[in-house]
């Protein structure tokens, strides 16, 4: 196989949050979770080939608000939720196209959840390598605030004072 070829490039994360799995899956699939933890705004119709919209800058003009025009893929309540997730808009080639990332959850407690995600579906050359070294640190960050979330209370979106990406 040629080397510039990378077939099985992932970005695989988990983390266990003290939360219950309902909690836990009601803050990925919900307007009121995500806007707790992901993004101040949102477009969720939790189904099959529903919307899945993350606005990071909802006061923008279309096409620079965040991840817009995503798709759900996979709904199995309270164990496995995928979607299809696009690149920010300073990279073209890439947010025209879609790679997948498929979440799943596992009670470990009563009140504690692991989240496992997986982030696939990356093409080949410098564009792709800048996308996949963006989102292997912003899904750190995203975590992160997951965590924050349920252990101090939801995100303050207009405070600014919670986990950003280094650009």
């Known amino acids: 196989m040629s080397e510039d070829?990378?077939?099985?490039?992932s970005i695989i994360r988990e983390i266990e949050i003290a939360a219950s799995i309902d909690e836990a899956w009601s803050?990925?699939?919900t307007k009121e979770g995500i806007q707790s933890f992901f993004a101040p705004d949102c477009n969720v119709d939790l189904k099959v080939f529903g919307t899945y919209e993350i606005f990071f800058s909802p006061d923008a003009e279309p096409g620079k608000r965040g991840a817009e025009g995503n798709r759900i893929l996979t709904v199995e309540p309270y164990k496995m939720f995928s979607f299809t997730w696009d690149a920010p808009a300073y990279m073209p080639h890439v947010r025209k196209q879609r790679t997948s990332v498929v979440l799943k959850f596992k009670k470990m407690a009563e009140e504690k959840t692991k989240v496992f995600l997986c982030h696939s579906g990356w093409g080949d050359g410098e564009e792709w390598d800048r996308a996949f070294d963006y989102f292997s640190a912003a899904w750190d960050i995203i975590l992160k605030r997951l965590l924050i979330s349920f252990e101090k209370g939801p995100i303050d979106w207009d405070k600014k004072d919670y986990p950003k990406k280094q650009d």
Do not use: F, Q, V
């Open 5 to 9: 070829i990378k077939i099985n490039r």
């Open 27 to 29: 803050a990925w699939t």
